[in-house]
């Protein structure tokens, strides 16, 4: 009984120091990421040619494509590799944070912008779960809200 309790705790601080730095870095870059288009939408309104209610839908078809994968993606990642799937769908967030700087027309925006919600979509929910479950694999129990 001690040795599974030492598992568990061994799994908790290996969790904290492997899953959780990089989930908050990746909270981060998204709250950075939805904050700065906020910002951008003023620029892109002159840039674009865009009215008040094409920057809405702009900023409104990201969590469309948001919830388009979130749940695919949590079964997808407990499929498959989830460590693999989550950073395969960041660096895909990364290409198209890239591409949504790149757009030159209205169209081209909402493209790109739903894509970005697909890949943060399948990403996000994966990561914090994948905190929540790693005692699992180690124990051989189902997670505790302790360790």
């Known amino acids: 009984m001690a040795d599974i309790a030492g598992n568990v705790r061994n799994v908790g601080n290996a969790r904290w120091w492997r899953i959780i730095p990089i989930a908050i870095i990746v909270y981060i870059i998204?709250?950075?990421d939805r904050t700065n288009n906020g910002f951008a939408f003023a620029g892109l309104g002159t840039d674009l040619g865009?009215?008040?209610?094409?920057?809405?839908?702009?900023g409104g078809i990201f969590f469309i494509g948001y919830l388009f994968l979130q749940i695919p993606g949590g079964h997808?990642?407990?499929r498959w590799s989830?460590?693999?799937f989550v950073g395969i769908m960041i660096?895909?967030?990364?290409?198209f944070a890239v591409v949504s700087g790149l757009v030159q027309n209205f169209e081209q925006l909402l493209v790109v912008r739903f894509l970005l919600g697909v890949a943060e979509g399948a990403s996000g929910?994966?990561?914090?779960?994948?905190?929540?479950t790693g005692s699992r694999r180690v124990s051989g129990h189902a997670p505790t809200a302790c360790g």
């Open 30 to 32: 998204s709250f950075m």
């Open 50 to 58: 865009i009215n008040k209610a094409q920057q809405g839908l702009a």
């Open 76 to 78: 997808l990642a407990e």
């Open 82 to 84: 989830a460590k693999k």
């Open 91 to 95: 660096l895909v967030w990364g290409v």
């Open 125 to 132: 929910p994966r990561s914090s779960s994948s905190s929540a």
